[in-house]
């Protein structure tokens, strides 16, 4: 009986893994294969195997895929910096503050949230387009920060009040200011926090299409999910380069995942101790 | 940018180096002038084939540029709709011509002034007349065609060789005899472009008089029900593979299991290059007559001038130039031969051996139906998808099905709502207005008001950067958006309606409150969508958190990384996956099935499997994210508990529900909540996955809204009145206090 138990730990585990798996290998088998796949499979195994697909995404157009490529990191990378740099001192705000208007910011936070998207783009086009940001990086790092701050406040808040206060009022015995303070203690046991709020904000940008679709033009500027839109057309699509470029725009994702999921798991866990 | 303009400049270079190198030092010496922009939501061969037909033009006229921009296909007409009023467009533009009936009424388009051109008659005469034609509204030429596209039929010669004369009808051919596990004919045969033959053979019409053809007035026109007997037919024939994609037509004939594809010129460009094929226009139909394809012109339009622009003749000389270029002779042959479009210059021909597959596409678009260019023609198609899918896979009567496609095409299509005098809502605006105010003013004034104020102000620092952010880029354009629902507008014009949309939509405009499609029906779903999907993606993502959290376990590290896969691959393309898995001859999950034994499901025919393909879907994409978050959740538990609990005697299940369970899910409130607003408007899943099939009722309320935005006729008003019922529903639902205290 006992011996039986982590077998079953296993067995279950691995049936999790394998239907978490599984459709992320037919979109690689497809990115790896040479010839339509013939139909019926069950097995996601590549038909006549290639590596053509992907260096026909990442070197078509004098490989200017390199270049989108490093767009849409810096894009990703700056919202991620932007949101967690504003989001921050307000989380912090409210987590420790009593101050007019709190209750009501954070039921506008999450109101934000609750309304879907699909009546924002207009004015957000009129906004940018006011503001000269159409078809920068600036205007989209700008709108995608925003989009995830509310996120980001709620998520840094409940980790700044699991933070004890004992650990500020030390300092400022000592003689340092709330700001000096919150830098220099809060921000760095934080941490783990910090890092769920990058990624979320980082892969919010990483994957987001309408948007950049309709601010972007110049082929230089694009993000890597627009360009893999063009794969596909009114009547056909390009599955294959689809399916390459795809795993190719995970990967980052994957490896930053891997960086960050001892802290993904404690910055939740700090996110989470205060119900 | 400056990349692409030093190629096009190279390119440039060495084409006017080698015909024309006088004009090249003209070219330097000339005036630099603003470069001509032109959009396009071109495929690669095409993109490839325009970019050497503007290098060209820029070398005959020297001093000239041209930047060209590619679009995404689905993103150019709303990107074209936003643009062009506020002055972001484009110079020109390609497109195909059944748009104008849109763009006319916005200003996205304006007629291209012939009159500084002298070559421009005869740039005209030269091109196919049915094409130029179709470009004509009021008697003003709006674009010069490029090309004409249509489908064909396409023969894989190594499983029907041709002996003899080919067979006279469709119908003839697909009975000839074919190996075992070939499908006769690979077809879209529940789209209605590609069906569109079939009802013409048969004479009836998609789109007659501004109405819906196939039904009038509740009744369906009896060709039309005979052309869908005669559609199904070949399903429960099995002549065409059932739930047929554009991908598996291709995947089917490309791969030697079709012996026939009815398919256009984009299906030749991605068939291997060592099939055997040749194409012929579409033959007839026995008992019908020949099935007549639509034909759809691309043409290059000039784009709309907003209203502060002024008039500049040196400009439209420019633009009208580059349009006639592009539609010209020289042009014509390098598409032709680059990109092998159906060119509309009828000289062109002339100056390249076109090979039979190019010549059967010129002769099906000569014998095809150009599509009705008016606006409503747009809306024919989704209801009429619809009828045909519920005929072939749900066996409705024909009759039945295209009658309910003419409802929803006249719900679709129907006039705007009246207009109402704004001014009893101004002044109710104006008084809240002053109310807010007064009450504002009266409240500071009092002092411990004040000084909770001047005591604040430290919290303001820090929350300032956050405030105005979220108040210009996310709260401001979302109370513009919940504006909007106040307003109804066609493009043309834009008029106040009151709260009617929010009438129209709660009272399902006088039909049937629990109907089909009515806002409290497809409320009932999302309520039951959002539940389940939760439900499921805690019961899970707890689960494997309590797995992996278990003090001794291999291989942790692996499994987390994999489990967490689903959150990391973009969901667009999952979703895409997961919809090729749920097919009901190819699918992954019924060939898992017929392992152990299962029916075959025919996921899409029926709400309940349908729904529940979306659940798996999204259950897929969820789980992950619950997952971490419990695991997180976990690791705060102080293992001090469970020590005193084992001295105590406590079984591991006791320790489960009095422990673990109980510290487990404060925390994990906050993720629910959050996960119960993100569930709700989860759009991509059903969106991509059923796509609202059968007949629109897995549509969640969010899918709904993108519906009557983007694919129902552009009514953002109606859509936007969705949104806001969508958010009042959601804000109710939180106030709850259960999840307020989980906020708190």
Redo the contacts between chains.
């Keep these: 009986m006992k011996r039986l138990v ?1 077998v079953a ?2 067995a ?2 691995l049936s ?2 394998l ?6 290998l ?2 690689l088998a497809t990115a790896l294969s040479g ?8 097995l ?1 195994w590549p ?1 006549q195997p290639t590596l053509r697909h992907f260096a026909d995404v990442l070197f ?1 157009d ?1 490989a ?1 895929f390199f ?1 989108q490529l490093a767009n849409s990191l810096f894009i990703a990378a700056f919202t991620a910096l932007v949101a967690v ?3 921050a ?2 989380a ?3 987590a420790r ?6 209750r009501a ?2 039921r ?9 998207g ?10 940018l ?1 006011f503001l000269n940001l ?1 078809d920068t990086r600036t205007g989209l790092i ?2 995608y ?3 995830v ?3 980001a ?2 998520q840094l808040r ?1 980790a700044f009040e699991a933070i004890p206060v004992d650990l500020e009022e030390a300092a400022m015995v000592d003689g340092a200011t ?1 700001a000096q303070a919150f830098f220099r203690v809060v921000l760095p046991a934080a941490r783990p926090a910090l890092a769920v709020t990058t990624l979320f904000a980082f ?1 919010t940008a990483w ?1 987001e ?1 309408i948007l950049a ?2 601010f972007l ?5 694009l993000t890597l ?2 360009v ?3 794969y ?8 294959a380069a ?2 390459a470029g ?1 795993t190719l ?2 990967i980052p ?2 490896a930053l ?2 960086w960050l ?1 001892r802290h ?12 | ?4 303009a030093l ?1 096009c400049a190279l390119l440039a270079c060495a084409v006017a180096s080698l015909t024309c190198a006088g004009q090249v030092a003209a070219a330097e010496a000339a005036e630099p002038l603003e470069p001509l922009v032109l959009w396009h ?1 071109y ?2 061969g095409e993109a490839e084939a325009l970019r050497q037909v503007l290098a060209a033009f820029e070398a005959a006229h020297p001093g000239e540029r041209v930047h060209a ?7 150019l007409a ?2 074209l709709e ?1 643009a062009v009023p ?1 002055g ?1 467009g484009p110079d020109l533009f390609i497109d195909a011509h059944e748009r104008l009936g849109r763009y006319i009424p916005r200003g996205i388009v304006q007629p291209l002034d012939p009159s500084a051109d002298p070559d421009w008659d005869a740039t005209v005469a030269q091109l196919e007349p049915q094409h130029v034609e179709a470009l004509r509204r009021d008697g003003r030429l709006y674009g010069l065609p490029l090309s004409a596209k249509a489908v064909a039929l396409f023969i894989n010669r190594a499983l029907v060789p041709e002996g003899g004369a080919p067979p006279a009808g469709l119908e003839a051919m697909l009975r000839r005899p074919l190996p075992q596990g070939v499908w006769p004919l690979a077809i879209e045969g529940e789209d209605t ?1 590609f069906v569109a033959p079939i009802f013409h053979a048969f004479g009836a019409k998609l789109f007659e008089d501004g109405r819906y053809g196939l039904a009038r007035d509740g009744e369906a026109d009896p060709r039309a029900v005979q052309a869908l007997e005669r559609l199904a037919g070949f399903f429960r024939d099995g002549l065409i593979p059932p739930e047929p994609s ?3 037509v ?3 004939f ?2 030697g ?1 079709a012996a026939y594809a009815i ?2 010129p ?2 030749a ?2 068939l ?1 290059a060592d099939l055997d094929v040749r194409v012929i226009p579409l033959p007839g139909l026995e008992g019908a007559g020949p099935m007549r394809p639509f034909v759809t012109v691309e043409a290059i339009f000039r784009a709309g001038a907003d209203a502060g622009a002024e008039a500049s003749p040196a400009h439209d000389v420019r633009v009208a130039a580059l349009a006639g270029f592009l539609a010209g002779e020289e042009s014509a042959v390098l598409r032709a031969t680059v990109a092998r479009q159906v060119v509309s210059h009828r000289g062109a021909w002339e100056r390249f051996t076109p090979d039979a597959t190019m010549l059967a596409f010129r002769d099906a678009a000569r014998g095809g139906v150009v599509m009705p260019g008016d606006a409503r023609m747009s809306q024919v198609f989704e209801p009429t998808t619809r009828a045909i899918r519920a005929v072939v896979r749900g066996g409705v009567d024909p009759a039945v099905a295209l009658a309910e496609a003419e409802a929803r095409f006249d719900d679709a299509v129907r006039a705007l709502p009246e207009a109402h005098d704004p001014s009893l809502a101004l002044v109710l605006l104006g008084a809240l207005l002053f109310i807010g105010a007064v009450v504002a003013v009266r409240r500071s004034l009092r002092a411990e ?1 004040r000084r ?2 001047a ?2 102000l ?3 620092r ?2 300032a ?3 105005f ?2 108040l ?7 109370v ?3 504006a ?2 106040l307003f109804a507008t066609d493009g043309s014009e834009f008029r106040y309606v009151g709260l009617t949309h929010y009438v129209d939509i709660l009272s399902a405009r006088g039909g049937d409150l629990l109907g089909q499609g009515s806002f409290w029906r497809v409320l009932l779903v999302t309520v039951v969508w959002t539940a389940l999907n939760l439900l499921l993606h805690v019961a ?1 993502g707890v ?2 958190a309590l ?2 959290h ?1 003090p ?4 942790r ?1 692996v ?8 959150w ?7 979703a895409l ?2 919809k ?2 749920f097919h009901s ?2 699918g ?1 999950v019924n ?2 099935l017929a ?1 152990v034994g299962v029916e075959p499901v025919h996921w899409f025919s029926r709400f309940g499997t349908a729904f529940a393909a979306n659940i798996t879907t999204n259950v ?1 994409l969820g789980f ?1 994210f619950m997952m ?2 419990a ?3 976990l ?2 538990i102080p293992k001090e508990l469970y020590e005193a609990a084992r001295v105590d005697g406590a079984s591991s299940w006791q320790q489960l529900r009095h422990i673990t369970l109980p510290l487990l ?7 629910v909540a ?1 996960g119960a ?2 569930t ?2 989860m ?1 991509n899943v059903v969106f991509l996955v059923s796509g609202g099939e059968p007949g629109g009722s897995t549509e969640i309320l ?1 899918s709904e ?2 519906r009557w ?1 983007f694919t129902r006729g552009a009514r ?1 008003g109606y ?2 009145a ?3 019922l ?2 009042g529903i ?2 109710l639902g ?1 106030r709850s206090r259960l999840v307020s205290r ?2 708190q």
Excluded at chain 1, 108 to 116: D, K, R, Y
Excluded at chain 1, 118 to 127: C, G, Q, R
Excluded at chain 1, 217 to 221: D, G, L, M, T, V
Excluded at chain 2, 1 to 4: I, K, P, T, V
């Design positions: 982590p730990v296993h279950a585990l999790a893994t239907f978490a798996l599984y459709p992320v037919w979109v010839a339509p796949m013939r139909s019926g499979r069950v996601p038909e078509r004098d200017i270049t740099a504003i989001a001192p307000a912090y705000a409210m503050f009593e101050f007019v208007g709190k910011s954070l506008s936070l999450l109101a934000t949230q609750m309304f879907p699909v009546a924002a783009a207009i004015p957000l086009y009129l906004i387009d159409l700008l709108v920060g925003s989009t701050v509310p996120f406040i709620f409940t709330r892969m994957n299409f679709a309709t033009s110049a082929e230089s500027r999910p627009v893999l839109q063009r596909v057309g009114e009547h056909s699509a390009n599955w689809f399916s795809a725009v995970t994702v994957m995942f891997f999921q993904l798991v404690a910055g939740l866990n700090a996110g989470g101790v205060k119900g | 940018m400056s990349q692409r190629r939501a495929g690669d921009v590619r679009l995404p296909f689905g993103v709303s990107r936003s506020t972001n472009y554009g991908e598996l291709t995947r089917l490309g791969g299991q398919s256009g984009w299906l460009a991605s291997p008001v909770s104020l005591l604040s430290p919290a303001w820090y929350v950067a956050s405030f952010a979220v210009l880029l996310v709260i401001t354009p979302l513009v958006g919940a909007m629902s899970i689960s494997l797995l992996l278990r001794v376990l291999r291989l590290a499994y987390r990384v994999l489990l967490i896969l689903p990391a691959v973009p969901s667009y393309v999952t996956s997961w090729g898995m001859q190819y992954a060939a898992l392992a897929w992950p971490v978050v695991l997180g959740a690791s705060a899910w404060p925390p994990l409130l906050p993720a959050m607003v993100w709700f408007n759009f969010v809204a993108y935005a953002y859509a936007a969705y949104a806001v969508i958010f959601l804000w939180t989980a906020m």
